[in-house]
């Protein structure tokens, strides 16, 4: 199975910073990662697939990128709404695996 | 818009069985595949698998493997997840998701049913 790791597992934030997150796979998973937002009680939202394409909808103020193991999730001037948590997950082969998340909180 | 509304909280005694449904909408069922994920409290999402819409084919993760089972009826544009010898290690959210048609992310999930197991 691929492990995914990210980190760091949480960080506290202001509104306006600038937020990234990153997350390593244990193998190449050739660009076959998507990234998730969730809020407390609520299913994951899809943000990026394919490593850094934007689902629709999403604001343009989150960005991904990365290649090989080595993947980053950027939120530039973060918005309230944006407190939440992030996970990666890789669907380069089953079992699909996800990074332990990462709590994004008010400083 | 598409949708997916799945089955309402269950308690269950450990040893039971659990079956969630997951009724979807605005879009081709046949075309997509619906994946399965649990979420313990806490804990990270983890995938069970997934069955494809249009011939009702499984893939399980060896995680689940003996313990679950995904239907579909096509028909009535719903999967099912049905897990047995539940214990409360299983006390989770499990929701379903479709499978995007480009590659194994999940572009829309259902809002979950929470499962706990209890004596």
């Known amino acids: 199975d691929i492990q995914m790791t990210q980190s760091p597992p949480s960080l506290a934030a202001s509104v306006g910073d600038r937020v990234t997150i990153t997350c390593r796979a244990s193998?190449?998973?050739?660009?076959?990662l998507a990234w998730y937002q969730q809020k407390p009680g609520k299913a994951p939202k899809l943000l990026v697939f394919h490593t850094s394409r934007l689902d629709s909808g999403v604001p343009s103020r989150f960005s991904g990128s990365g290649s090989g193991t080595d993947y980053t999730l950027t939120v530039t001037s973060l918005q309230p709404e944006d407190f939440a948590t992030y996970y990666c997950?890789?669907?380069?082969?089953?079992?699909?695996?996800f990074g332990q998340g990462t709590k994004v909180q008010v400083k | 818009q598409v949708q997916l509304v799945q089955s309402g909280a269950e308690v269950k005694k450990p040893g039971a069985s659990v079956k969630v449904s997951c009724h979807t909408s605005?879009?081709?069922?046949?075309?997509?595949?619906i994946h399965w994920v649990r979420q313990a409290p806490g804990q990270r999402p983890e995938w069970m698998g997934w069955i494809n819409g249009a011939n009702g084919n499984t893939k399980y993760s060896e995680s689940f493997q003996g313990r679950v089972t995904f239907t579909r009826d096509s028909s009535a544009t719903t999967a099912y997840m049905e897990l047995n010898s539940l214990t409360s290690a299983d006390t989770s959210v499990f929701y379903c998701a479709r499978g995007s048609g480009t590659g194994w992310y999940l572009d829309y999930w259902g809002q979950g049913s929470l499962v706990i197991v209890s004596s």
């Open positions: 605005g879009y081709m069922f046949t075309a997509y595949a």
């Open positions: 193998q190449d998973i050739r660009s076959s």
């Open positions: 997950q890789q669907y380069s082969s089953t079992p699909l695996t």
